[in-house]
């Protein structure tokens, strides 16, 4: 409907906003997304608004959540192409029937009732259309758009249509483009109505030889003189010349009348059915395209804000680490939960506490020069830090740590499923087992068993690993 670059944006836009309100009922893993845009240097100079393009951008390739949506967008927008083309026959043919309501009572017409039928569901629904504008309802509930929109979401109900559609619905309205674009649609179907009537009056004035006529019980003949006059102007700047006052008092049935009578007819409808609906197409066509053109994301919004913060902290780097002064220090060295990842040069193993209550029980681990121990992961801001510093460190096998009193959440496995698939080797050690209620443990057992950890390889103490996250 509008150019490459402005669909191409749209489509971004659609998709970061699915991602949103997808995230509304269950937070997406995008930990190694996150990682992922802070390894490319060109984005650190990026707006924000691009940020998020790409990290919905990488989302839908990589995480399981989201990798439908672009296809489900696709496939709806689909179901409302078929749909539209489906309502479009329909329109033109309603017109095409409404015309032949007129002309299949034999070969006599009368004017009041060809105007009414072929004219008066133009003017009632504009209307209409102008009461709701007026009153300030701007969703387009009442509008033919709005069926097409409904079909599309029943069409595509098994591929999320009814959520995307949502989507959408809301992000066009913040841009104030919403009711001019359901009113384009609208207009767009009305006038394959007025062009399916059109043809049909051409077609049965080319075929029949038809007498015009007006008939009235209360009316005087003046009335339908003046009627014929007054909407005759209109066509006859368009170059339809009606009938005479005289010819449509005394109802001449002439051949020069009859055509007259035809070409006011036909005028009539394309002045006052096809073209209002040509011009206010056009007006709501540029005018939705101009607000879309200005659409982007609500960056007031409490997601956008803290997901910017989260990727713009990623391309941080990380403090400097200092080791401390031996003399100034403890026997037990500095407490795990205050420090930052040691880093060695021959480092192969590393250890990620995930949310410990007591960090101090990996200050044993921190001694060794060929492990790095990890800064205790508390938010989505640390497990960034970590996959980030992963990349850059020689890290061959890795120590997941956890609290088993804690509750199992999906962060956990998701985050412990990223850090599967960026290291060689990595273990499990689920820390307090024996202190925690059964259903618990097996809800941690069972999480890890998803990710792809058997109840066997799920270690208890972390000193069993010792030599194996010490050896190359």
């Known amino acids: 409907m509008f150019d490459r670059r402005l669909n191409a944006r749209l489509r971004l836009l659609w998709l970061s906003e699915a991602i949103r309100n997808k995230e509304g009922s269950g937070s997406i893993e995008d930990v190694e997304a996150i990682a992922h845009l802070a390894r490319d240097p060109g984005l ?22 989201a990798k439908a949506l672009p296809e489900n967008i696709d496939f709806v927008l689909s179901c409302a192409r078929y749909a539209f083309m489906g309502l479009a026959i329909l329109a033109f043919v309603l017109g095409s029937t409404a015309a032949a309501a007129v002309f299949s009572r034999g070969y006599t017409i009368n004017i009041s009732s060809a105007m009414i039928a072929l004219l008066a569901p133009h003017l009632v629904s504009l209307a209409l259309m102008a009461f709701v504008l007026l009153i300030g309802a701007r969703s387009g509930n009442l509008s033919l758009a709005n069926a097409w929109l409904w079909i599309s979401e029943r069409i595509g109900r098994r591929r999320d249509a009814i959520f995307l559609v949502e989507s959408l619905r809301a992000l066009v309205s913040r841009g104030n483009s919403l009711p001019w674009l359901m009113m384009g649609v609208s207009h767009l179907l009305w006038l394959l109505f007025a062009l ?31 009627a014929v006059e007054i909407l005759g102007w209109l066509p006859g700047l368009l170059g339809f010349v009606g009938p005479s006052s005289a010819d449509v008092a005394t109802l001449t049935n002439v051949d020069a009348v009859r055509k007259a009578w035809a070409a006011w007819l036909i005028g009539s409808l394309l002045a006052y059915g096809f073209i209002p609906r040509l011009l206010l197409l056009a007006v709501s066509y540029w005018t939705a395209k101009s607000g879309l053109r200005k659409l982007a994301l609500d960056g007031s919004n409490a997601y956008y804000l803290a997901l910017v913060q989260r990727i713009r902290t990623a391309f941080k780097p990380p403090r400097a680490i200092v ?5 100034n220090v403890g026997a037990t060295g500095q407490d795990p939960s205050t420090r930052h990842a040691r880093t060695s040069a021959a480092a192969t193993g590393a250890v990620v506490p995930f949310e410990l209550r007591d960090p101090a029980v990996l200050a ?3 001694t060794s020069d060929h492990v790095t121990v990890f800064e205790n992961v508390l938010d989505h801001r640390s497990q960034a830090t970590i996959l980030a510093r992963l990349g850059d460190l020689n890290v061959q096998r890795l120590a997941f740590v956890c609290d088993a009193r804690n509750a199992a959440d999906r962060g956990a496995f998701q ?7 960026v290291c060689p080797e990595c273990r499990v050690v689920l820390l307090e ?31 069993s690993l010792g030599d194996w996250l010490g050896s190359a």
């Open 196 to 226: 399916g009537s059109i043809v049909s009056v051409l077609v049965f004035l080319m075929i029949h030889e038809y007498a015009f006529e007006w008939t009235t019980t209360i009316l005087p003949g003046r009335f339908f003189v003046r």
């Open 433 to 463: 087992q024996d202190s925690t209620r059964p259903d618990k443990l097996a809800n941690w057992l069972a999480g890890f068993g998803e990710v792809g950890f058997g109840g066997s390889d799920v270690a208890a103490d972390i000193a």
């Open 415 to 421: 985050f412990l499923r990223v850090l599967k698939s």
């Open 323 to 327: 080791d401390p002064d031996p003399g």
């Open 44 to 65: 650190r100079d990026a707006s924000d608004e691009e940020l998020i393009f790409q990290r919905a951008t990488r989302l839908a390739r990589t995480n399981g959540v």
């Open 364 to 366: 044993g681990m921190a």
